[in-house]
C-alpha cells in the first residue's frame, strides 16, 4: 500500500463541474488523504512546516487543478513555492522528496485536438505542464504522465470522475503499471495502465 | 494687590509686545527680552520696585530650565558626557578664572580682588545659552553639548566658589558684610541664609548630610515618584498634577537650598533620574510654561538692571572691559574647542556661545560684596559689564548665524551630524486597541512612544520595557514633549471620539508631515476623521465584525474560500457605500434628519433588495462570483459556430 496524498485546488468550486465530481469520488476512497487546498488555505497563509511534513509522510503526490491560462491556479503555485523549499525538496540537503510520485491530474477546457502544433492551443499539453514536470525531476521524484479530461466544459464529467476514482485506488495498492505510466503523454479514464489483478 | 497686578501686567506687557517683535526680527527671544527690560526700567525705576529681588525670584526659572534639562538627558547619557563635563567645563572655569585674575592683577587690583574677579568671569549664563540652543534647535549638536557639559559644570563649580570666596576677605572690608560662609548660593543669593541644616556643623557632619540630601534626591526620584505621581494622576485633574510636578521641583530646590547645595544641580539631578520614567512627558509640559515665563522675567530684569548713569559716566572703559573680557573667554573656549575636538562650525558656536558672564556672577558678586572681598566701587562695575555681557550674547549668536555658518556651508560635505533619532511614532491611546498595533510596531522593530492616561496600566507596560508615557495625548504640549516635530506616524487610539477628531484637526494643520492613522468608532466618526482631515481611517470593531460573519458563513457549511470571497465583497460593497455617503453626511444634523442622507441611503438599500430579489442571493454576491468563471456552453457553441464558419 502506498502512502498517497491527494490535493485538490480549484478556487471556484461554485462553477466547477468535472472537479468537483472528481472530489467528491475521491471522498469515497478509503486509505488516502485528501485535502482541498482554498478550503485549508482561504487567504493564502500556507503553514510550510505542515506541508513539507506532509509530503515527507507520503509516497504518492496527486495535484488535481482546472487549468487556467496553461497553469496551475494560483494558490497551488504559491503551495508549490512555499513548500518545495530549498534545502527541503532540492539543492544542498534537499533530498526529502526522492524517490516519491509526483502525478496531476488536470482539466482543460479546450478539445484534445486543440493541444497540437496544429490546434488553436499551438502547443502540446505537456509542453505547458513542463514546469511541474521539471519541479519534480529537481525534486528527485517520479513524475508519471498527466490523467486528462479534454473538452471539460462540455463532456460528461461521471467516467472521467469514476476512472479517478480508479486511478488513486490503483496508485494506494501498487496496481498502476508504472512504466507505461512514465512513457504515456497522458492517461485518460479510458486507457490506465493497470497491472494484473482484480479491480476493487 | 494692585501694585501686584501693575507689575504683573506691566513686565507681562512688555515680553508679549517685545518678544514677537523680536522673534520676527530673527533676534531670538531672549534678546527681546532684554531690551524689554531695558524699555522697563525708567517705569520701575520710577515706581521704586526692587528689580533685583524680582530678579532673584526670577532666577527659579533656572532651577527649573535644568529640571527639564535633566528630563532629556537619560543616566547613561551623562555617563558618556563624564570626560568633557570634567575635562572641557574644568579647564574652561580653571584656565579663564586663572587668567581673567591675572589681567585683573595686572590692572592693579590686589590679588584677593583679582582671583575673585577671575571666578566670577569664568561662569557663563545657562538660562540664555541653553534658552538660545534649544530655540534654535541646536541642543543636540556637537557644539551644544560641549556647550551644556561646560554650563552644568559651572552650576557645580558655583558651590565650591561660594566657599571659598569668604576665604579672600580683605582685612580693610572685614565687619562691613555679615553674611556666612556657608551661606547657600543660587536662586535665593543673599537672602536664602534664613534656614540651614547645616550650620554650626563640622565639616565632616556637612559632608554627610550633603550627600544623605543628594542620596535621598535620587532615591525619591527612583522610588518615591512613581507610587505618589500615579496616586495623584487617579485623581485625573490637570491642576493638581501641575501643582504635584512644582512642588517636586521647589521641594528639591528646598533641600539642595537648606544643605548648602545648588538647587539647580539638585533638580538636574532629578530630571535625569526620571528621564526614564513615565511621567516625563507629562512633567516636561507642565513645568515648561512656568520655566519659560519665569526664565523671562529673569533676562527682562537683567535689562532693566542696567545702570545706565554708571555707564553715560564710564562708557569706554565699561564697554572696552566687556568687550576684552568676552574675547578673553572666548579665547580660551577657541583653544579647549581644538584640543577637545569640536570642529568647524560647532567649534565657533561653542567659542562665541559660552563668551558671556552669567546670572550666577550676580550671585557670586554680591556674595563677594557681602563678604567683604569686593570694594564697594568694583561691585557695580563687574554687575554691568555681566549684563552687557550677557546683551551682547544675543548679537553674538546672530553673528554666528549669518557670519559663520555660511562659510561652513560651502565646505566639503561632512559626515551627518551624530542626531539622536527619537522615536517615529507616537500612539495615543494604548488600550485594548492601541496596544495591539503598539505590539504590532514593536515585533517589526520600530521605536515607538505610548501616551496614555491610565497610570496603572503604563507601570505594566513599563514593566515589559515599553516606552510609554502618562498624560492626556490631545493636549498639544504633551504631543510636542512626546516628539510630534520628529514623528513620521500618529496613532490615534484614544477611547474618546470627538477628543480624537479634534486631535487629527490639531496635528493636520501644524504638523502636516505626520501620517495619522485613526482609529473610528463607527461609520459617522469615519465622516468626521475625514472632515478633520485623516486619511487613513480604521473603523475598530468593523473587521472584527467582518470576520465574525465569515466564521458564521463557515460555520454554516460555505466552503472557506467562498466565504473569504463574499466577506472580501461585503467589504467593498460596504465601502461603497460609505464613500457615497460621505459626501452627504453632516456633523450638524442626525443622519435620520438629514434629507439627501437619507434619500441616498434609502436608494442604496433599494439597489441590494433589487439585486438580491433578481438573483436570490446577496446584494454582493456578483462581486464575488466574478473570477474563475469559464464560458457558459452556449458560449462555447457560439465560438465553435464562428471558427467553423
Not at chain 1, 497563509?45 to 513539507?52: L, N, P, R, T
Not at chain 2, 574644568?90 to 577671575?118: E, M, R
Not at chain 2, 556666612?180 to 547645616?198: M, Q
Amino acid at each position: 500500500m502506498a502512502r498517497l496524498l491527494h490535493i485538490f485546488a480549484h478556487p471556484g468550486r461554485a462553477t466547477s463541474r468535472v472537479n468537483l465530481s472528481m472530489w467528491r469520488a475521491a471522498q469515497g476512497i478509503d486509505g488516502i488523504d485528501s485535502l482541498d487546498l482554498y478550503s485549508t488555505y482561504p487567504r493564502y497563509a500556507i503553514d510550510i512546516e505542515k506541508e513539507q511534513q506532509r509530503l515527507v509522510d507520503h509516497d504518492v503526490l496527486v495535484l488535481q487543478f482546472p487549468l487556467f491560462w496553461y497553469s496551475a491556479p494560483a494558490l497551488v503555485k504559491e503551495w508549490i513555492d512555499l513548500t518545495f523549499e530549498h534545502g527541503f525538496a532540492y539543492g544542498q540537503g534537499g533530498d526529502r522528496l526522492r524517490g516519491k510520485q509526483m502525478m496531476l491530474a488536470v482539466t482543460a477546457g479546450g478539445p484534445q485536438d486543440a493541444y497540437s502544433h496544429q490546434g488553436y492551443q499551438h502547443f502540446e499539453l505537456r509542453t505547458f505542464l513542463t514546469p511541474f514536470e521539471q519541479t519534480a525531476r529537481l525534486s528527485q521524484m517520479t513524475f508519471l504522465a498527466p490523467y486528462v479530461q479534454f473538452g471539460a466544459l462540455k463532456e460528461d464529467p461521471a467516467p472521467h470522475a469514476r476512472g479517478f476514482a480508479d486511478l488513486l485506488r490503483a496508485l494506494r495498492d501498487d496496481r498502476l503499471d508504472l512504466s507505461r505510466a512514465q512513457q504515456a503523454q497522458f492517461l485518460t479514464h479510458d486507457t490506465l495502465p493497470l497491472t494484473e489483478g482484480a479491480p476493487t | 494687590m494692585t501694585d501686584f497686578l501693575l507689575l504683573a501686567f506691566l513686565f507681562l506687557i512688555a515680553g508679549v509686545i517685545a518678544v514677537p517683535i523680536a522673534s520676527r526680527l530673527g533676534l531670538g527671544s531672549v534678546l527681546g527680552y532684554l531690551i524689554a527690560g531695558i524699555l522697563l526700567s525708567p517705569v520701575l525705576a520710577l515706581l521704586h520696585v526692587d528689580v533685583i529681588s524680582i530678579q532673584h525670584f526670577a532666577e527659579f526659572g533656572v532651577v527649573m530650565m535644568l529640571f527639564l534639562v535633566g528630563l532629556e538627558l537619560e543616566p547613561r547619557l551623562l555617563w558618556d558626557m563624564r570626560a568633557r563635563l570634567l575635562g572641557l567645563g574644568g579647564l574652561q572655569v580653571g584656565v579663564t578664572a586663572a587668567l581673567v585674575a591675572a589681567a585683573a592683577y595686572a590692572f592693579g587690583q590686589v590679588w584677593q580682588v583679582s582671583v575673585a574677579i577671575g571666578l566670577i568671569f569664568a561662569l557663563s549664563s545657562t538660562a540664555i545659552v541653553l534658552q538660545t540652543l534649544n530655540e534654535k534647535g541646536l541642543m543636540k549638536s556637537d557644539g551644544g553639548q560641549a556647550s551644556f557639559s561646560v554650563l552644568l559644570f559651572q552650576d557645580i563649580a558655583v558651590i565650591p566658589m561660594l566657599a571659598f570666596l569668604p576665604l579672600l576677605a580683605l582685612p580693610g572690608l572685614a565687619g562691613s558684610g555679615a553674611a556666612h560662609g556657608g551661606d547657600s548660593h543660587g536662586a535665593e543669593g543673599d537672602h536664602g541664609a534664613t534656614l540651614s541644616l547645616v550650620d554650626g556643623l563640622a565639616g565632616w557632619q556637612t559632608a554627610l548630610v550633603t550627600l544623605a540630601a543628594i542620596a535621598l534626591v535620587i532615591a525619591a526620584g527612583m522610588y518615591l515618584t512613581r507610587p505618589a505621581f500615579r496616586f495623584i494622576a487617579q485623581a485625573h485633574l490637570r491642576e493638581i498634577f501641575i501643582a504635584a510636578a512644582l512642588t517636586f521641583v521647589i521641594g528639591i530646590a528646598l533641600l539642595m537650598t537648606l544643605v548648602g547645595l545648588s538647587p539647580a544641580l539638585g533638580t538636574f539631578l532629578a530630571g535625569v533620574v526620571l528621564a526614564n520614567s513615565e511621567y516625563r512627558h507629562e512633567l516636561e509640559s507642565d513645568i515648561d510654561p512656568f520655566r519659560g515665563l519665569l526664565l523671562g522675567l529673569f533676562f527682562m530684569t537683567v535689562g532693566a538692571g542696567i545702570d545706565f548713569g554708571l555707564l553715560g559716566r564710564e562708557t569706554m572703559l565699561i564697554l572696552g572691559l566687556t568687550v576684552g573680557v568676552m574675547a578673553l573667554k572666548a579665547g580660551v573656549l577657541f583653544a579647549l574647542a581644538r584640543i577637545f575636538k569640536v570642529r568647524d562650525e560647532q567649534g565657533w558656536l561653542f567659542g562665541m556661545g559660552l563668551a558671556q558672564a552669567g546670572e550666577f556672577g550676580f550671585v557670586l558678586i554680591s556674595f563677594a560684596a557681602a563678604s567683604s572681598v569686593l570694594p564697594p566701587d568694583i561691585a557695580p562695575r563687574l554687575t554691568l559689564i555681566v549684563t552687557l555681557s550677557m546683551m551682547l550674547t544675543p548679537l553674538l549668536f546672530i553673528a554666528y548665524e549669518k557670519l559663520v555658518l555660511p562659510r561652513f556651508e560651502d565646505a566639503e560635505p561632512r559626515e551627518a551630524d551624530e542626531i539622536t533619532a527619537p522615536s517615529h511614532i507616537i500612539i495615543a491611546g494604548h488600550g485594548r486597541f492601541g496596544s495591539v498595533v503598539n505590539r504590532m510596531l514593536l515585533s517589526a522593530g520600530h521605536e515607538t512612544t505610548v501616551l496614555d492616561h491610565n497610570a496603572e496600566m503604563l507601570e505594566r507596560l513599563r514593566a515589559f520595557g515599553v516606552r510609554a508615557f502618562y498624560g492626556d495625548a490631545t493636549r498639544p504640549d504633551l504631543l510636542h514633549a512626546a516628539g510630534i516635530e520628529q514623528a513620521k506616524v500618529l496613532v490615534i487610539a484614544i477611547d474618546d471620539r470627538h477628543r480624537a477628531t479634534e486631535m487629527v484637526r490639531y496635528v493636520t494643520e501644524h504638523h502636516p508631515h505626520v501620517h495619522i492613522t485613526a482609529r473610528a468608532m463607527d461609520r459617522n466618526h469615519v465622516y468626521e476623521l475625514w472632515g478633520a482631515g485623516c486619511r487613513d481611517i480604521i473603523r475598530d470593531t468593523f473587521d472584527s465584525a467582518v470576520r465574525t460573519g465569515r466564521s458564521v458563513y463557515e460555520a454554516l457549511g460555505t466552503h472557506a474560500f467562498e466565504a473569504e470571497r463574499a466577506a472580501r465583497a461585503f467589504v467593498d460593497e460596504n465601502q461603497r457605500t460609505l464613500r457615497e455617503l460621505a459626501g452627504l453626511y453632516d456633523p450638524d444634523i442626525p443622519n435620520h434628519k438629514n434629507d439627501a442622507y437619507r434619500e441616498r441611503a434609502k436608494e442604496l438599500l433599494e439597489e441590494q433588495a433589487q439585486q438580491i430579489r433578481a438573483r436570490g442571493r446577496g446584494a454582493f454576491h456578483e462581486r464575488s462570483e466574478r473570477g474563475w468563471t469559464p464560458p457558459s456552453p452556449a458560449d462555447v457553441k457560439a465560438a465553435a459556430d464562428s471558427q467553423g464558419s
